[in-house]
C-alpha cells in the first residue's frame, strides 16, 4: 500500500519545492517507487528544481480531465530510477483541482508506488487542501522565525480537522517537523528561533534541520535535488531525514556552529 | 476533527419497562439563561439585549430564558411582557418563565404565556473564598457595559417524582440524571485558527493552546500545557467561571465578558501557573502555587 505524503507549511518560501524533490529523490534512491505531484497549479516549479521542465507535455489537471492517461503524464527523472514527476498546470488554477479527480489519481498511482509526494502550494485554501486531503504523513516545512512557526501551526489544525483521515475518524494524520534554512550563528545572536523553541511550540516529532546553505540556491539553480550533492551539508541533513521518514533512528547534525578548519578558511568551505 | 468526549446519557431501560405507559414526569437540573432585568423600557431592552447577542451570534439562538425580575428597581413598575416577547422574538430567544419579582407582576407573566419559577437563593457568594491576588494588579478592562445582564445558571425545576409506577430502579437514576453535565476533553493541541467551545460546560485540555487559537466554555476552563490563545470562560455570564492554566501565557482571558489582553498579563503571572477568577466584578490573577 502506497504511502501519501504532503509537503506543506501554510507560508510559502520556506522551501517545500526543494524539500518535496530532495525527499522524493532520496527516497527513490533508497529503491522505493516513488512520484512527486506538484499540487501549485498556476505557480509550477518542482518541474525546473528537478530539471525537467522541458519534458513536461502533459500535466496534472490534462489527466484530472480525462485529457491524457497517467502513463503519458509521469515524466521519469533523468537522476535516480524510480523516479516520477507529475508536473502542475501553469495555465490553469487551483479550482482545477477536484477532490474526486485527485482521489482518482492517487488510488491509481497507489497501485504501483510506494510513495506519493504531493507538494503542496502555500496557503491554506482550496489547493493546499487537496494536497493535504488524502495524506497519510505530512512533512511541515517550518523556517525558524515566528511568523511561519504560526502558519504552520495553522497547517497542522487543518491536517487535524479537513483531511481525509479526520473526516473518516481514522488514525490521525503522522505529522513531522522539518525545518530549513537553520543558521546556528544566527540563533546564538539571537535573530533566529532555536529548534527546541520551535519543537516545544508546534509539539511534533522532528524530522530534521535543514542548515541555511548556499548548496541548496547552487542545487535549485542547476536543477539537481539537493540531496544527490552528498558533500554538502543540507544534502546530509535531507538524507538523514528520509532516512527518518523510513524508521531510522539517526542523530540530528548540523545544530551547532561549524567551526571552520585552517584549510577550509583557506580555500573555502 | 477535534477529539471530545461527551458522555451521552440516554433513558436505556424506559422503553421495555414503561412500554405500556405513555408519559412520565421526572425531575431535572437544566442549565437555562437568565434575563436579569434592572428596569423596564421595552425600547432601552431590545437594544442593548440586541448587543448583548451580536457580540455572541448563535449562542443565543433559540435558547430558552428565565426572565429574573429580583433586581428590578423600582418595585412597583408595570412590565409589558407582550412587549417583552416581542422584542425576544425580534432577537430569536424564547422566554419561557419568569423568577421573583412582585405577584402582581407574576400575574402579568403569567397572562402572557409565562411560567413562574421559584427564585433561587443562598448561591455560594465568590468573595467568601479567601484569595490573594499578585502583588501588581492592573486595571481590569470591562467589557461595554450592558443594561441586562444574560447569566447562566442552573434553574432547578424540582418537582417530585411522580411516575406511576416508580420502580427502585429508577429512583437511584433520577438524582444522577441531575448532576449530569457536559465536559468537554481536548487531547490534542488546539492549533492557530481553531475554535474549541464546551457548550453548557466545562473545557478541558490536555495539550498546548497555541497563539490565534480560540476555547470558550460556558462553564471553568482547565489548560494542561501552555495556554497561548484566547481563554474565554463563563461566555453565556457566568460570573463564577474561572480558567486554570499550567503556563499562562494567553493573548487574552476573559470571564463573563470581562477580560484582560497579554499586555496586561505579563504584569502578572506570566508564564506560571495561575487561576483567573472573578472577585468583586474584577478579574484577579492568582497563583495556582505557592
Request: glycine share 8%; charged share 25%; hydrophobic share 40%.
Amino acid at each position: 500500500m502506497a504511502k501519501i505524503i504532503v509537503v506543506t507549511s501554510g507560508k510559502g518560501g520556506v522551501g517545500k519545492t526543494t524539500t518535496s524533490a530532495s525527499i522524493a529523490t532520496g527516497l527513490a534512491k533508497r529503491g522505493k517507487k516513488t512520484v512527486v505531484i506538484d499540487f501549485d497549479v498556476g505557480l509550477r516549479n518542482l518541474d525546473l528544481i528537478m530539471n525537467c521542465e522541458r519534458r513536461v507535455v502533459y500535466d496534472f489537471v490534462n489527466v484530472i480531465n480525462g485529457e491524457a492517461t497517467l502513463t503519458q503524464a509521469l515524466i521519469k527523472d533523468k537522476h535516480v530510477d524510480n523516479l516520477y514527476i507529475l508536473a502542475a498546470s501553469q495555465t490553469r488554477d487551483k479550482d482545477a483541482l477536484t477532490k474526486e479527480g485527485v482521489e482518482g489519481i492517487l488510488n491509481k498511482l497507489a497501485e504501483t508506488y510506494d510513495f506519493i509526494i504531493c507538494d503542496s502550494p502555500a496557503g491554506i485554501e482550496h489547493g493546499a487542501q487537496m494536497a493535504l486531503h488524502f495524506a497519510d504523513e505530512a512533512i511541515v516545512v517550518t523556517n525558524p522565525e515566528v511568523s511561519s512557526v504560526r502558519d504552520s501551526d495553522r497547517i497542522l489544525g487543518i491536517l487535524q480537522s479537513k483531511s481525509r483521515r479526520a473526516e473518516l475518524g481514522m488514525d490521525p494524520v503522522g505529522e513531522h517537523l522539518l525545518l530549513t534554512r537553520y543558521n546556528p550563528e544566527r540563533v546564538l545572536k539571537g535573530e533566529m528561533l532555536a529548534v527546541e523553541d520551535v519543537k516545544e511550540i508546534l509539539a511534533i516529532k522532528l524530522l530534521g534541520v535543514i542548515p541555511d546553505s548556499q548548496s541548496v540556491l547552487n542545487a535549485s539553480n542547476q536543477g539537481v535535488p539537493v540531496i544527490l550533492d552528498e558533500n554538502s551539508d543540507a544534502g546530509q541533513a535531507y538524507s538523514d531525514a528520509v532516512d527518518r521518514l523510513l524508521g531510522e533512528d539517526k542523530e540530528h547534525r548540523f545544530l551547532d556552529i561549524q567551526k571552520k578548519g585552517f584549510f577550509k578558511r583557506m580555500f573555502g568551505g | 476533527m477535534l477529539l471530545s468526549v461527551k458522555r451521552i446519557h440516554e433513558n436505556m431501560h424506559a422503553s421495555t419497562s414503561l412500554s405500556e405507559n405513555y408519559v412520565q414526569l421526572k425531575g431535572s437540573l437544566v442549565p437555562m439563561t437568565v434575563m436579569e432585568l434592572f428596569q423596564f423600557d421595552s425600547a432601552k431592552i431590545e437594544s442593548s439585549l440586541a448587543q448583548i447577542i451580536s457580540q455572541a451570534p448563535g449562542f443565543f439562538e433559540g435558547a430558552p430564558i428565565i426572565i429574573a425580575l429580583e433586581k428590578v428597581a423600582d418595585e412597583d413598575i408595570v412590565i409589558d411582557f407582550a412587549k417583552l416577547l416581542e422584542s425576544c422574538a425580534a432577537l430569536r430567544i424564547k422566554p419561557v418563565a419568569v423568577r421573583g419579582g412582585t405577584l402582581i407582576q407574576q400575574l402579568a407573566a403569567k397572562k402572557s404565556g409565562l411560567a413562574v419559577v421559584p427564585s433561587n437563593k443562598g448561591r455560594q457568594d465568590p468573595k467568601t473564598v479567601p484569595i490573594e491576588p499578585f502583588a501588581n494588579e492592573s486595571a481590569t478592562q470591562e467589557a461595554p457595559a450592558t443594561k441586562p445582564v444574560l447569566e447562566e445558571v442552573s434553574s432547578p425545576q424540582e418537582s417530585p417524582d411522580i411516575a406511576p409506577k416508580a420502580e427502585p430502579e429508577q429512583m437511584e437514576e433520577s438524582p444522577q440524571e441531575a448532576e449530569m453535565v457536559t465536559t468537554k476533553i481536548i487531547y490534542q493541541p488546539v492549533r492557530s485558527g481553531q475554535q474549541v467551545y464546551a457548550r453548557g460546560g466545562d473545557l478541558i485540555i490536555l495539550a498546548a493552546v497555541s497563539p490565534g487559537a480560540e476555547i470558550l466554555a460556558d462553564g471553568n476552563i482547565h489548560v494542561y500545557g501552555p495556554l497561548r490563545g484566547r481563554a474565554l470562560a463563563g461566555v453565556r455570564g457566568n460570573t463564577e467561571a474561572r480558567i486554570f492554566c499550567q503556563s499562562l501565557e494567553a493573548e487574552l482571558v476573559s470571564i463573563a465578558g470581562q477580560y484582560k489582553i497579554s499586555e496586561d498579563l505579563q504584569k502578572s503571572g506570566w508564564k506560571s501557573s495561575s487561576q483567573v477568577c472573578l472577585i468583586d466584578d474584577k478579574l484577579t490573577i492568582t497563583p495556582l502555587s505557592k
